[in-house]
């Protein structure tokens, strides 16, 4: 999607949005790990090098998995703010000058919003929108 999204329009979008942003965090969580494990296993014997092989290819895949869930986010047209959060921004308008509609995982519908240049900093209630 190009665009702006209306509230009831990003507000419909996070019913797709949700799993995705679960899933890039436990993923994000899954390489941490591996990297650990793989510097574990660093000088390795015969043994050591399979766990490795094993290990990158795991670490490949989720990658991939990763890279895969970011592009389908952009091709919406929101934008991934923050992974650990779940921070996404969503295009919209309001009385014509274009912001952002902003929302993090564990929150309810969007309530929030903050000017383009203001960041999650400058997050305000939805009612407070004029």
Known sequence: MTGYYDLAAANDRLIELRPILEDLRRDRDAIARS????AELAGSDGDRERLVGEERQA???TVGRMEA????IDDWGVTLRDIGSGLIDFPALANGRPI???????EGDIAWWHELEAGVAGRRPLIDLE
């Open 35 to 38: 990297q650990l494990r793989l």
């Open 69 to 72: 869930a970011v592009r389908r």
């Open 100 to 106: 952002w509609l902003c929302w993090k995982l564990g």
């Open 59 to 61: 670490l490949k895949t």
